[in-house]
T-cell receptor, first 115, second 116 residues
Framework: DTEVTQTPKHLVMGMTNKKSLKCEQH?????MYWYKQKAKKPPELMFVYSYEKLSINESVPSRFSPECPNSSLLNLHLHALQPEDSALYLC??????????????FGPGTRLTVT | AQKITQTQPGMFVQEKEAVTLDCTYD???????LFWYKQPSSGEMIFLIY??????QNATEGRYSLNFQKARKSANLVISASQLGDSAMYFC?????????????FGDGTTLTVKP
């Protein structure tokens, strides 16, 4: 099973709302990622969790707050977003270990619109 | 300097023909991996093929093969016998073992359109 699931598929939120994106994988991967992707652009890395600990934060604004409750789940909490935050948010997972040269498995993404 | 360069914003291919998508990279890390991903319009990124910097042979995976020329720092994706379902955006990506650990660098992508 190489599936990463993400909910919701679509989300429309106002600038004062609080919402959360969820991601789940059952491949036993210990590295999980959040990416932001604008139309026709490559994905931009936001956060990396390794063994449930935040290992990389790519200077993401604090209105995005990641959380890794366990080795299978990854959340992204959203608060006071701006219209420019509208994008496709992709979650991914991979094996982890010395060298880190493992492929990533992506979920289908959440299309976020901030009004 | 951009680490992954995909010079073809868009490509067209006739159904059942082969197509090559170009990717060049730049790194000083001797240990790295090169990846190709497919992203249909639905949004999900699908892993296609992997080439390690120390691999002696070009990677192949079904209709996908990677033309790896280490000295030229190129890792082109070859899709044989194109199908309509191959129409998508394709990203080349790199991970370095000793620098930028845990990160993937993506190229800007190539949009492939397969014509019937």
């Amino acid at each position: 099973d190489t599936e990463v699931t993400q909910t919701p598929k679509h989300l429309v939120m106002g600038m004062t709302n609080k919402k959360s994106l969820k991601c789940e994988q059952h491949m036993g991967h210990r590295a999980m990622y959040w990416y932001k992707q604008k139309a026709k652009k490559p994905p931009e890395l936001m956060f990396v969790y390794s063994y449930e600990k935040l290992s990389i934060n790519e200077s993401v604004p604090s209105r995005f707050s990641p959380e890794c409750p366990n080795s299978s789940l990854l959340n992204l909490h959203l608060h006071a977003l701006q219209p420019e935050d509208s994008a496709l948010y992709l979650c991914a997972s991979s094996q982890t270990g010395t060298g880190e040269l493992y492929e990533q498995y992506f979920g289908p993404g959440t299309r976020l619109t901030v009004t | 300097a951009q680490k992954i360069t995909q010079t073809q914003p868009g490509m067209f291919v006739q159904e059942k023909e082969a197509v090559t998508l170009d990717c060049t990279y730049d790194t000083s890390d001797p240990s790295y991996g090169l990846f190709w991903y497919k992203q249909p319009s639905s949004g999900e990124m699908i892993f296609l093929i992997y080439q390690g910097s120390y691999d002696q042979q070009n990677a192949t995976e079904g209709r996908y093969s990677l033309n790896f020329q280490k000295a030229r720092k190129s890792a082109n994706l070859v899709i044989s016998a194109s199908q309509l379902g191959d129409s998508a955006m394709y990203f080349c990506a790199m991970r370095e073992a000793n620098t930028n650990a845990g990160k993937s660098t993506f190229g800007d992508g190539t949009t492939l359109t397969v014509k019937p």
